[in-house]
């Protein structure tokens, strides 16, 4: 076991040295004061294209530690026609929902932090406030419609007590029969997703590549 390890890290060593010779080295570029850019490199920058469409060179590093035999098998395609987006997106929207969010939001949106490592970021914040955003609306559907409590027969005790009753407190009870999990349940969110094509726009990758696309064939 040790004697593999040490054959791993001398093959990485030497990977990491021809991916720094290969490697031109890019001029540095200091900010002038503390907690600020210099105006050279806000004018390089400007030029870049978004971050949604490469890798940032600053995110990349000189050399990959993993070591892949058969390089054809890691590879996964995804979306990466704004058009096709956009259409999806004035399924789930409605019409013009394609010109409700910028560019960089839409892919964000859409991005997973598998797809490229996370270096063009990812949606985790947008599905985390997409999940409350989802609750909020259903449990407002839900109290809001009408009553659907029923009173349980043969109570024993119906000649000795009467509840506190309100017309405006009558809908919550029922979140007694319905909750917000029934109405975005798994299989609706499923179903919606391969009814409006959002599933052929996602921008991830799986950890086994080969045995993902064996599946989906």
Request: aromatic share 8%.
């Amino acid at each position: 076991m040790p004697l593999n390890t040490s054959r791993f890290a001398a093959r990485l060593s030497r990977q990491a040295v021809r991916g720094c010779r290969s490697q031109s080295v890019a001029p540095s570029c200091r900010p002038t004061a503390s907690f600020s850019t210099s105006t050279t490199c806000r004018s390089e920058w400007s030029g870049e294209l978004p971050r949604w469409m490469h890798t940032p060179e600053r995110m990349k590093a000189p050399f990959s530690p993993h070591i892949t035999k058969e390089p054809s098998r890691s590879v996964w395609k995804v979306n990466e026609d704004p058009e096709k987006l956009d259409n999806v997106l004035k399924r789930v929207l409605g019409p013009d929902g394609e010109r409700m969010l910028p560019d960089e939001l839409k892919w964000l949106a859409v991005t997973h932090k598998s797809f490229d490592q996370g270096r063009r970021g990812f949606n985790d914040r947008l599905a985390f406030l997409g999940r409350q955003i989802c609750i909020l609306e259903s449990t407002q559907s839900i109290i809001t419609s009408p009553p659907s409590y029923q009173e349980p027969e043969n109570d024993p005790f119906a000649d000795r007590r009467k509840p506190f009753e309100d017309p405006a407190l009558r809908s919550i009870d029922n979140l007694s029969n319905t909750q917000p999990s029934e109405i975005f349940s798994m299989d609706k969110l499923a179903k919606f997703a391969l009814d409006t094509g959002l599933t052929s726009v996602v921008r991830w990758k799986p950890r086994m590549v080969r045995h993902s696309i064996l599946h989906l064939v």
